[in-house]
């Protein structure tokens, strides 16, 4: 017999009670590793998306709140537009490698929205060497034809060849390739040349934004500058967009951490009941154990064992019902913040496991103490005299 | 049979109950001598058992001194006291305070886990064995009778080998018939040189001592 074996004894005996403090440890644990998990998940993820973008800043029309602007990349469509003279202004600035136009428009079909890119596909492709396609890219100025992201095929079962009416006028469009899957906001998006787009919906010599890759990343700054000057031009930058959107869904976040805290303090005011409790109930225990030669040290040290015990499995627990649970914590928590970049959004790091590991250890440690040492101090007749409180 | 083990010299024990203070115990002289088997009795509320509890080290007197192998226990911090306890001191209770979920043998192993040493080859079946417990090793405390509790709780005060064993009231829930082994069983320790000090209630058990000391309101009125 060891001081293990003891404590686990010691639990085995109220299986109810070390069972509902077990519970309580693991929904705060597996709430909490969640959480982080999503937390750390989201921002690599959005992260990755911005960067799959592979430009470095949008040009877009001045009085468009930065929210809407950073929403662009993920298909957001604003009513204002630039026009081809923007364009022009910009491609002059030195040190811009890529200006590529857009025209973003967004139309339903069965209740479902669906976005069309109206793009320049030869700047889109040297902006995006990544994209890999089945069947092929439409010309330039090909009418008639478009290319679609590999989730949106999936969903509509859609294939390279099928048709397509298009538009208000229901004008037949051709899908001639299907782009391979990249993980990122474009699986999910109609692409079609740009004078297409804007003939198909009258919107003829207007562009959303205008997407400029910097020649070197060192300029941005400076050529953000210089774009400012254009009469009609706003920037948003790529560091921007995120902290926009950081913005954006840090009061959802806000709300959920408060859930958290709170989750986690219920936790902990349970168990320091629980162990409280079941330290009043074994008092005179310990004061048999002292009188048979326990020193303050050995009793604490139980009772921290103990609750070490229970805070550790219900870690375990909490991090298995996390894991299981991810993808369900990740529909939630996409139905409830603003904004969710397409991807995996839990990441589940071995780093947040050792976070969570270390929170349980503290937690036991927090709420054995007071026991622990109201006990060790106790003579050996207080202990079986008298309840702790 | 000449020398002291363990002695008070003017012990009292004060408590505070509310607004009242109540001396449980008043200026006690005592002491015991090696091989001695000493009975401690007198009614409900003289002092008996609070005497026991100070020799045993289990609180401190109010004033006084204790000295066990002639040192003094006075002053002595935590530390001292509990290995003082662990080498010198076996507890026997009333209650028995079994722990519920350890077997016989590892409520007799209790105070080893504690001293944080193997007890020598062959001492748990030893004291197993003397108390009539070796067919009820791996048996739980529900599943024991009262003198068998009882005997495993003196088991557990044996374990240490201290030089002397303290019990209170240790038939204080046993039938009549049990008490009187459970009082044979102590003769039989006392008879192996063990000292012994019982605080009892039962004053023809108490008879079967080497000597008997009445306590009366806090003082030692015989013995």
Redesign the interface.
């Known amino acids: ?3 293990f074996s ?1 404590a686990t ?2 639990l ?2 109220r299986r109810v009670r070390t069972g509902l403090t077990v519970a309580g440890v693991a929904i705060a644990i597996a709430v909490l590793f969640s959480l982080l998990s999503f937390n750390a998940g989201y921002e690599r993820q959005l992260s990755g998306e911005l960067g799959s973008l592979g430009i470095h800043m949008l040009a877009v029309p001045k009085g468009c709140p930065y929210e809407a602007a950073s929403l662009i990349i993920h298909g957001g469509v604003i009513p204002k537009y630039l026009s081809y003279s923007d364009l022009e202004q910009v491609a002059k600035i030195d040190g811009i490698e890529i200006a590529s136009p857009m025209l973003l428009h967004q139309f339903f079909k069965d209740d479902k929205p669906h976005i069309v890119y109206g793009i320049n596909i030869e700047e889109q492709k040297e902006l995006k060497p990544w994209w890999k396609i089945e069947g092929r890219y439409f010309n330039e100025d090909e009418p008639g034809v478009m290319i679609v992201g590999r989730g949106l095929a999936e969903k509509e079962n859609l294939k390279v060849g099928q048709v397509l009416e298009f538009g208000p006028d229901e004008v037949p469009t051709t899908i001639v390739g299907i782009l391979e899957r990249t993980g990122n906001q474009d699986d999910e998006f109609h692409f079609l040349p740009l004078a297409a787009t804007q003939r198909i919906f009258g919107k003829e010599g207007q562009l959303t934004t205008v997407a400029i890759k910097a020649r070197d990343v060192s300029r941005i700054a400076e050529i953000a500058k210089k774009l400012e000057e254009i009469a009609d031009i706003q920037v948003v930058t790529m560091t921007q967009v995120m902290g926009t959107i950081m913005n954006l869904v840090g009061s959802a976040q806000a709300l959920l951490f408060s859930v958290i805290i709170i989750a986690l303090f219920i936790s902990a005011v349970g168990i320091m009941n629980t162990l409280i409790m079941s330290v009043n109930e074994r008092t ?2 310990f004061g ?9 040290g ?1 009793v604490s040290r139980l009772i921290i064992i103990e609750t070490l015990i229970i805070t550790l499995i219900g870690c375990g627990v909490g991090l298995i019902v996390a894991l299981l649970g991810s993808k369900l914590v990740e529909s939630f928590v996409r139905g409830v913040i603003p904004y969710s970049p397409t991807g995996e959004l839990i990441s589940i790091d071995p780093s947040l496991v050792f976070i969570c590991i270390g929170f349980a250890l503290a937690i036991g440690l927090l709420c054995s103490i007071y026991p622990a040492v109201k006990c060790a101090r106790l ?4 202990a ?1 005299r008298s309840d702790l409180e | 049979m000449n020398n002291v083990i363990m002695s008070a010299k003017g012990i009292s024990k004060s408590y505070q109950r509310g607004s009242e203070q109540v001396h449980a115990l008043r200026e006690v002289d005592f002491s015991i001598k090696a091989g001695e088997f000493v009975s401690i009795v007198g009614p409900s509320g003289s002092g008996k058992s609070t005497l026991l ?1 100070l020799l ?1 080290l ?3 007197p109010s004033s006084g001194k204790i000295q066990i192998d002639g040192r003094e226990m006075r002053g002595l911090k ?2 001292d006291l ?1 290995k003082t ?2 080498g010198s001191i ?2 026997v ?1 009333q209650q028995f ?1 079994l ?4 077997t016989v043998r ?1 409520n007799i ?3 080893l ?3 944080k040493r193997t007890a020598r080859p062959g001492r748990i079946a030893e004291v197993m064995d003397l108390l009539g417990l070796s067919a009820r090793s791996n048996h739980l405390p529900h599943q024991l009778s009262g003198g068998e509790m009882q005997r495993v709780s003196i088991g ?2 044996l374990i ?1 080998e201290p030089r002397i064993i303290m019990a209170d009231e240790p038939t204080g829930n046993l039938d009549s018939a049990t008490s009187e082994k459970i009082f044979t069983l102590f003769k039989k320790l006392n008879a192996g040189g063990l000292s012994l000090i019982i605080v009892t209630h039962n004053t023809e058990l108490a008879g079967m001592a080497t000597r008997v000391v009445k306590l009366r309101d806090g003082g030692i009125v015989a013995g």
Do not use: C, Q, W
Not at chain 1, 379 to 382: F, G, I, N, W
Not at chain 2, 99 to 102: E, K
């Open positions: 017999m060891n001081i003891l004894k010691n085995l005996r005179r225990e048999m154990m002292k009188a048979v030669g326990a020193s303050g050995d003579t050996p007749m207080e079986m | 509890h045993g289990l609180e401190t935590e530390p509990v306890r662990r076996g507890f209770f305070l722990l519920p979920t350890l590892e192993e209790l105070p886990l504690f001293s557990r005060s240490n």
